[in-house]
Each structure stands twice: as C-alpha cells, then as structure tokens.
C-alpha cells in the first residue's frame, strides 16, 4: 500500500509501504476512506516528538471500513464503517477504566502515527479495535465524523467540560485554528451569554464569528483585556480557553478569567510559560491541563446525528488521499492559504 511516511524531521515521503497485518487478537485492519492532518503531524515534522522516528506512518485521525479483524474483536465487524479515534483504549488499565484512555497504561492512549504506524495511508491496523473505533450512524457523511477523530473531542472535553462552560457565561477564547473554532462550537451547547474570540489573524476572526463568536477582538491591534473587562463590569470572563500553546497566551487567558473563573488550557506548549500565582492566589482560580481521552466521540456522533452539531464549516481543502504531500503544503501555510482542516479521500 501507499503511505505518508516519516523520515527524521523536516522530511516526508508518500511511498510504497508493506500492508499492515493482525499482529494481536484484539486487532482490526480498516482500509482508510478518509483523513486529515492535524497540527501535531506539523510538529512531529519538525522534531518536536522524538518518540516518532524513522519510518513512522503519520496520521492519528481517520474514517474507513473494517477490511479484517483477529479472532478476540467482538462488536467490530467486516464491512463497517468506523470512526479511527486518536486515542486507543486498551479498556483495563486504571485510567481507560476510569474514562481517561488519553493516559492509557496497556498500550493505548495516542499511539497511532506516534509510536505505532498511522491512518495517513491507504490502510491501517488499530489495536484494540471494539474499544477504539465507533460505528458511524447512518446519514453521517465521512467528513462530518473525521473531525470528531481528534478536534472535536479535545476543544470539548479539555476546553468545554474542563472549563465548566454553563449556561449565562462570559467565554473567552484565545486562538481561533481548528482546536479553537471547534471550541466555540462546544461551548455554543451550553448556551453561555457571550462568547469572545480572540486572533491576530482577521480571516480567522471571521471564522470564529461564523462558528458563534459574539465578539472578536484581533489582539494585535486591540487590548483583550480592557475589552473583556468592559463586558463583565470590570471582573473577567467566566471561563477562558488557550488554544495556540504559547506563553503569551496562556498568561492573557490567566489574566482575562473573573475571580472564581476557570482557565482551561488546550495548546500544546514547548516552552515554559509564567504563571502569576502572586495575582492569582487570591482569586479562586482554577487552571486545568488534558490532553484527549475521547470519553465523549459517542455524545458528540449522537449530536451530530441529530443535527445539532455541524463541524464540516472547518473544511477549507479537500484531496486526493494520493495527494497528500501537496495538502501538507497547503495546510502548514495556513497564513497564506487560510487553512483550516484539509480532508483526504481514498
Ligand atoms: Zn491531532
Ligand atoms: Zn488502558
């Protein structure tokens, strides 16, 4: 088969690879229908995960159908269409049994297109298969379920449910890629008063007021702050999400949040940033860290099933899946191209 293969950082080739096989029980092989590529594949290029090395298939989100599975697979069967989630659950480990497969302890969590080959390619084997895909409901176009494969899960459960979004609030949202349109999206189910959206990028604004926003504030040119404050009787917004992975705005959103308010923190972070405990120690702040578990694809499917749900406004390019060394392109200038998700169909 073909396959986006990793080869050390800054370099990438589509090539012929060996087809995967069963090698546990537990195991299905789903031929891949559609993928995408997500900003952690940009960092994998460029060597920021050294647990992916030479030769690695990349991709970590997919939709196919199941082609083959081992003798131990009970509810996965041949022919069915599935969602490949980021993150495989081995089911047993104290964490996949308390819902937090994102820290799997029995050879899951995110492994796919990390330390195990990935959905990049025209195939791919998942481990674990019963407990780490999702049959997809009738009616649900492959690309409407591709983005609960990583986005939708992560800007729901570790920026919506770990910020605590009620009904009424005052939502700010620093960053407005995907993890950040798909937040506003998540939190727009709990009905909060007003949701801020905050770039530096316009067209990326105008994203974030087409998903829900309220308010944009380009903070390259306006204070976020003065703004935020100015819309909650000088106090602060009730909850606010990071959604870049930067100091800078991980210390706004810990600046912007209301005493009492929740800061929940969705970027991936290189560098460390500063936390202003001698401001913060006084105001009842709560900060939350995650990465996915995934405990919620089944409540996000049924919601989109259902109409109340749409993420597919965030496809911006669509591919060939033998194309993908040009979507790469497009998708890591997102500056220029307006990227958003690029989707690859078989
Ligand atoms: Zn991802
Ligand atoms: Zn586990």
Redesign the pocket.
Known sequence: MKALVFHGPGRKAWEQVPDPVIIDNTDAIVRIDATTICGTDLHILKGDVPAVTDGRVLGHEGVGTVTQVGAGVRRVKVGDRVLVSCIS?????R??REGH?GQ???G?GWILGHKIDGTQAEQVRVPFADLSTYPIPDGVSDEQVLMLADIFPTAYEVGVLNGQVKPGDVVAIVGTGPIGLAAIAGAKLFNPATIVAIDIADSRLEAARSFGADVTINSSREDPLAIVRSLTEGLGADVAMEAVGIPSTFELCAALIRPGGHVANMGVHGVPATLHLEDLWIRNATITTGLVDAYSTETLLKLIGHGHLDVTPMVTHRFALDDIMNAYDVFSNAADTGALKVVLTA
């Open positions: 659950s081995c089911g047993t480990c964490y996949c497969a799997c302890l029995g899951g």
